[in-house]
């Protein structure tokens, strides 16, 4: 490990910082395996190109709820290597079953990586879940030395409260949380608890404000990055960086300049069908995608066409002769 399990705090406020992206997984047409190939290739594409600073793998992003074991522990080793010495690493070993929890996160510890998150634990057959959530992550924590960032979201069930969180920030390696609450939530664990542990959501239409108006220094995350990015057109970084700067302005108009091509994505994003649609918006961008497992739905032709058409009428520059796109 890069530090001591009593370092991880420092560790992480010193090194987790900027643009970090929920990786995809591509899987192989036909048989649907491990794409390691397509996988290398897009993470070198997003760190070399798009110069995002640290990768979140194996998440639901990547579905990792359709792949095995060893198939999440490759994919953790593959990411290490790609990012060393370029980007970070936060490795996702969410399950609900702990031992698995445990036995990805000790693999990301010996392997070298920075990070691991873990999400809440699905509990829909309780109604005060407070105390679990504790002992869940408190034991979590005392079985490894990396840092663990938490991570809230209403596919558990529930939501942690930001009393809860605040709480949980005083474990000595827990280091950040993705939090995929309302605004109002986020903002107030941040103010409860912002010297304590990194705290972000995963959107990219607020990330803009929260780094004005609430002093982030953390995305984490979601796919924008390389979705909303090409080699010749950052504007996502553009604005990141502006807003840390301070020039509020600026980084307004960059921001602002993107909203043509969100408007994009979400519209030709079919209902029930975002891994498939964001894998597809890949390709075309010219990363690999592939598959998606079962039981996620592929596109039709029809809802390929449909976003053929978004991408290449929202403005986002393919290639370095395009023109430059004005705010809207």
Known sequence: ????????????????RGIFAAANTPFREGDLALDEAGLRRNMRHWIDDLGI??????????????????ERKRTFEIAVEETAGKAQTVLSCSDQNIDVVLELAR????????YIVVHAPVLHFHEAQDDCVREYYRYIASQVSIGIALW?????????????????????????????VPREMYAKLTRLAGHKILVSTASEAEWFDNIVELGWQLYLCSSPPYTMQTKVDLRMRQYTDLAMAGNVTEGRRVRDSLNP???????????????????????????VGGPVRRPLL???????????????????????????????
């Open 53 to 70: 600073a640290g990768l979140f793998v194996a998440g639901k992003q990547g579905e990792f709820f359709s792949m095995s074991l060893e």
């Open 1 to 16: 490990m890069k530090y001591r399990k009593h370092e991880a705090k420092d560790y992480s406020r010193a090194h987790m």
């Open 261 to 287: 091509v969100r408007a994009a994505f979400r519209r030709s994003r079919p209902h029930g069908k975002p891994y498939a649609h964001q894998k597809y918006w890949q390709e075309l961008l010219g990363q």
């Open 298 to 328: 592929e596109l039709t032709e029809a809802e390929k066409a449909a976003t053929r058409e978004a991408l290449e009428t929202c403005g986002l520059r393919l290639t370095s002769d395009a023109p430059a796109v004005a705010a809207e």
């Open 152 to 180: 809230s979201h209403p596919d558990s069930g529930y939501l942690l409260s930001p009393e809860l969180c605040a709480e949980l920030a005083d474990i000595e390696n827990v280091v950040a949380i993705k939090y995929s």
């Open 107 to 114: 693999h990301a510890e010996a392997i070298g990586a920075d």
